[in-house]
């Protein structure tokens, strides 16, 4: 693995209220930012990605910083968070990946035996585009914006790697990890420093917080995440506390699972949208102590008007007061559930965030 310095030009970020509500104080309005917040439901993204491939965009620092910055000037979002995808590190490592429109990443060769393991390459340099445009990014950003760098959990990556792509039922994934546990193992463990390593590329170009993105893992008991999952997504958490930025946890449909993934050592547990806030906090502290929580706003709210996304906030941030006033939390950020549906009207977007901040 290569090594990293702490970036020594961090910014020192001012009444953040991302950073506050991580950090106990009292932020100065509820932080909101919306997962997938940049991409498909703008049509300044639709304009600047015309006839440039997903992925290939990702590595063009101008465009990566614009397309990053395109939603918190329309929204006024409180964090930015990295235009990349979970298999941007794949891709630097020199993996055959594309991203096919409407379907999600698509690898040329899956991973199926100990040999494919062994011959994965692992991420172990700079990615200079991606930190030429975190560069660009922070310049652009005020002091009271944060900028989230993120990466894919192993149990997520591994996935699309095992199956070849998007999977309903992940059943390559889990025959896999039962019926071949050394070849799994070996897997995780392959895919921690690529992980690892583009984490620290982006905390070395001046990261303020980052997102561990597990989407796939509720797919899974929690026996299995435990045994299978939790001790590399746990490496990579503890590799990331020397540089003392704010670590978050996400994945969907994880209500079964959340203690166990509070294990894994963030300050802040993302919930989707299926359990309210207070029942996930009882979850996570009697695991792992009070946590920070994000969410967890049901992304289809926003095709219902405004009477019900208004209600459906004030239930969100209610429930997110009851988990702070009962010990079981110490502070919100305000997200969806999941990513922002690619149907979505970029006015409804920024309506919901107004009415998250008033
Ligand atoms: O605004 C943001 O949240 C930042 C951008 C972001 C993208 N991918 C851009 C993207 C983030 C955080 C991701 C992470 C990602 N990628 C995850 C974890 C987050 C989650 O949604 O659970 C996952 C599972 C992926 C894999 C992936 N990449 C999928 C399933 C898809 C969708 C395929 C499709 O077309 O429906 C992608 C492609 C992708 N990543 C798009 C965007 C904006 C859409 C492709 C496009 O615009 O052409």
């Known amino acids: 693995m290569s090594s990293h310095s702490v970036s020594a030009t961090r910014r020192v970020l001012h009444n953040a209220p991302l950073l506050d509500a991580i950090n106990g104080k009292t932020p100065t309005r509820t932080p909101v930012w919306f997962m997938r917040q ?20 990702c590595f063009m620092p101008e465009l990566l910083a614009e397309i990053t910055l395109q939603p918190v000037r329309r929204h006024d979002v409180d964090a930015a968070i990295l235009f990349s995808d979970i298999v941007v590190p794949l891709r630097a490592a020199g993996v055959a ?12 060769a899956p991973i199926r035996t100990r040999e494919d393991v062994s011959n994965l390459p692992i991420l172990d340099v700079d990615v200079p585009e991606v930190a030429a445009g975190i560069g660009i990014i922070l310049k652009e950003l005020n002091e009271q914006q944060a900028l989230i ?9 591994a996935s699309y790697l095992v199956e070849g792509g998007p ?10 990890m039962h019926g071949d546990p050394e070849t799994w ?14 984490l620290k590329v982006q905390i070395d170009a001046g990261i303020d ?31 990331i506390e020397q540089y003392a930025i704010p670590r978050i946890h996400f994945g969907v449909g994880t209500g079964e699972i959340l203690g166990a993934m509070s294990r894994a050592g963030s300050e802040v547990m993302g919930v989707d949208w299926r359990v309210p806030l207070d029942k996930a906090a009882e979850r996570i502290a ?73």
């Open 38 to 57: 940049a991409g498909r439901s703008l049509p300044e993204y639709k304009k600047v990605r015309e006839g440039i491939g997903m992925l290939d965009s």
């Open 97 to 108: 990946v594309e991203i096919v429109p409407g379907r999600g990443p698509v690898l040329d």
């Open 209 to 239: 917080a980052m997102q561990l993105f597990d989407s796939w893992a509720g797919f899974l008991t929690e026996r299995d995440y435990t045994e299978f999952v939790l001790p590399y997504s746990t490496e990579i958490l503890q590799e």
């Open 286 to 358: 009697a695991v792992s102590g009070p946590k920070v929580l994000q969410g967890n706003l049901d992304p289809a709210l926003l095709f219902a008007g405004t009477d019900p996304l208004t209600r459906e906030v004030a239930r969100i941030k209610a429930e997110a007061a009851t988990a702070i006033a009962a010990g079981n939390a110490t502070g919100h950020i305000f997200n969806l559930g999941h990513g922002v549906l690619p149907n979505t009207v970029a006015e409804d977007i920024t309506e919901a965030i107004s009415i998250i901040h008033a």
């Open 149 to 157: 760098g993120f990466a894919g959990a192993p149990f997520t990556l």
């Open 167 to 176: 999977s309903k039922n992940h059943e390559k994934t889990k025959a896999m």
């Open 185 to 198: 193992h070996a897997l995780m463990q392959r895919l921690v420093p690529t992980i690892v390593n583009f």
